[in-house]
Structures are given as C-alpha cells and as structure tokens.
C-alpha cells in the first residue's frame, strides 16, 4: 500500500497539507476578512487550507458561509470525496457540499467562472510539485507536457502552470506553499520569476529549513502574494520569517537584472570583483585520463566512486612522469556539500591533508557532491595554490555570512549546528575568476596575502577594488 501510495503521490505531485500549517502560519493573517473573499483552493485534497477557516465562523452561520465564501477543487475523485466528508463534519450539508467542490483537473482546465462570483477569489493552496525533468522520463506523467508548450515554454514546474494560470486569470491574492526553489533556484525559476514577480508583491513569506511534509524533503515556503496595480519592473522587497534550528528574519531583496534571484549579493559579488585576466581552471581527473598517460610513475589517489567504511578507496594508479606531475602539483579540492560540522562545510581542501593521497579519481561518472580535484593551466605554485584556498574560502564564508547561505541550496536537514548547503561548481567558478593573482606585483601579492591571513575582508574587498580599477584603466 505504501508502494502505491508513493507512486500516486508522485504520479499527481501532490504533497498534503496538514491542518496545522493553515492554523499556524495562514490563519492569523486572513481571519480579519474572511467575509470579504471567497476563499479557492484549486489543488484542494482534503481541503486542510481551507476547512480551518469554518472553525472561526459562528456555527449557525457556516451553512450560508461556506454557500458564499468557499469553492474547492482536486483532480482525484476520491480526494473530492474526503472534502465532501469533512465539509459534512463541520455541518455542512452533503448536496451543497457537492456543489462547492468539484472533481476538476486546474492545471489544463481554470475554473474561470470564479472571477464573476459575488466576491473576488483568494486562492489558499498547495499545488502540486512535479519538476519538468521527471516528468518528461516518466511515462505515467507526460501527460503533463502539453501544460508546459506554447506560452508556457520554459516553465519547469507544475507548480509554475498554479501559478502563471493564476496570474493570466488576474488573481489579485493569494497563498501557496510552493518549493523555496521559487525564490533561491537558478534557470529552474528564472522564467517564472521574471513573468510573475513584476506583477505580484510578497507581503509575508515563511521560508522552511525543516520537513514539513511526510514524504518529501522538497524544502518550501509560504509566500503570500498580492498583485500590482500596474506592472513593476523593479526590485521586490519584503520581510521573510525563516525557520530551522532557529527563527528569525531576514529582509530580501530580488533584483531584476539577477532573474529576482534571492541571495543576489553572490552575483553582485561576482560582477563587482571579477578580473580581466582570471586563473583557468577545470574539475575532475577522470579514469580515461589515466587511461591515456600510462606509465611507471605510481601515484596514491582516493576513488570518488567508492566510499566503504566510512572513507574513500585508496588505489594505486601508475602513470607517465608528466602526468604523474600534474596530478601531484595540484594540490586541492573542493567539497561542494556541508558535512554539517562546522570543520566541514564547502570550500577548498588540501588533497593530501584531507585523504592522504595525491590524486581524487572518477573512476565511473562524475558527481557532483563528491570529492572533486582542481586542475589549473598554467599551473599554480604550492603558495599560490594555498593563497587560493584562503582567498576562497575567507571569501565563501562572507558572503554566506552576508546572505544567511541563501545563494547556496538547502541540501539534507541535519541534527548539526547549521542548515547544510550545497555549492554549485558553476558558483565556485565565478569566486575563483575574482582571484586578483594575475594582476598583482610581489608588493601586492605580499599585502594580499597579509589581509587574508588577517582575515580582513573590508580591507580586502577595498583592495579588490583598487586592483580592478587599476586594470581597467590600463
């Protein structure tokens, strides 16, 4: 049962919601005009958004409430069943309850006759979550990909049809639970981002760095939207409440130029302090790289493919000598996932320090949450290299510092003393192209390295500016 539970869950994207999160984090906001809006759920399942609301209606008004105020939707039959009993709990009788919620599918099909209802709509839901790469490899779900053609193209989510049909039906508020990727995903979101936000505000979002659902780990948020008067093609602004290990507050700010990406500081970062004349660089030393160099020169490298007892593999691999020396003289790595420790969070790692080998090797394919060797051309020296690894992770740590991580992706929840991320190797790309080395004297270098050392970054980030101004004006 559970097997099929799984599979319909995955088959409909649907996620439930329990009634806590309505009393908990909905409730409270909306209760002071509920007699102003019909109240529209069109993902609907029990009806757990939704329902709470008739506890705070006195009871001898439910009846004419619920005829006025609510319509409900879901695409199972048997989840419209569920909603018709627990209407018929809070008194309601069965054939109105029939009448205010439908069997309807409203991803291909809006119910377009609310707008002309007595009251505007206020959509509360949870839609579903069906990211467009799964379905298209799913032959249960790509009865889907018709949604996503046309003027949806590029839109990669079921999540994003609610909410493009939301916005094409002018819906002037609403609530979705939705992945937190709406705000913090890169290409994922761009095209929703850039369609949706210039004509809907967030007025309050509850951003989750916990489970909240049984059987995903999917991280979400709460966003409630309110549209625009008229277009805004400019920054949106607002409070968010984000809650993990801890709650607090924090302000964002999406900018348009960044696709309304939050955590745009990184990008701003990496526009400001990017050289003319970067370190090349490129991941990974892969089996057929090996292949291609045989020789004598025996060299102790760690297999990123097998992890046993708690470590990494150790293998002997042998190699021609100018192989053996590329291999050898580059000495790091860079860990894209938080252990959860704080010794262990992303950023760059000694090789040798780390594993006690010379060489970190991809012996079947490449992920990328596993050890990854650097290689640079032209190579860089051990102190060069070193600096690098300071720079770079002095640099990672500012501006997770100034963004609470919110560049980064939630990776796993953990019982540790932070929220484990994951760091794109595109990201640390961009922070190595602001490694000034190629544009510093000795003198420079020395005062460079005496910042790092020190752990200066305002000094540092005004050095970094004088550098780039000194180039461009060369």
Known sequence: MDKMESKKRRKFGQHFTTVSICEEFILPYIKDSLYDYIWVDLFAGEGNLIFPIL???????????????IYLFDIQPEWTEKSIQNAQKYGIPEKLARQKIQTRDCLSNYPQFLRNLEYPVYHVTNPPYLYLGYI????????????????????QDLYQIALINDLRNAIDQMIYI???????GNSVSNKI?????????ISRSFIFEKQIFKHTGTNVMINFFQRNLNPQY??????????????????????????YKAGSEFETFITNFKVKNPVIMKYYLKQHDVDEHPGKNEIKVIDANNFEKSEYVLLTIFVDSKF?????????????????TLDGRAGLYSIKGSFNASGILVTKATYRTHPIQIFFSPPLSKAEQRLLQNYFNLTLEYLRSITDSEFMTTYKYSSGPYTRKYFGLSQAKKIIATFPLNHLDDSEKNYFSKLIYNKDVTQLLEFLKTVKNKWKSS
């Open 55 to 69: 506890n705070l209606i006195p009871e001898q008004e439910r009846i004419s409430f619920f005829e006025s105020h």
């Open 136 to 155: 298209v490899k799913t032959a249960e779900t790509q009865k889907y990909l018709p949604l996503f053609t046309n003027e949806n193209r590029g839109l």
């Open 178 to 184: 939705i992945p937190s990727n709406f705000i913090f």
């Open 193 to 201: 981002r850039d369609e949706f936000l210039p004509y809907y505000s």
């Open 234 to 259: 400019s920054t949106v602004e607002f409070q968010g409440i984000k809650i993990g290990k801890e709650q607090k507050e924090n302000r964002y700010l999406l900018e348009p130029q960044y696709h």
């Open 324 to 340: 053996a020396n590329e291999i050898q003289s580059n000495l790091l790595w860079i860990r894209t996932v938080d252990t959860g």
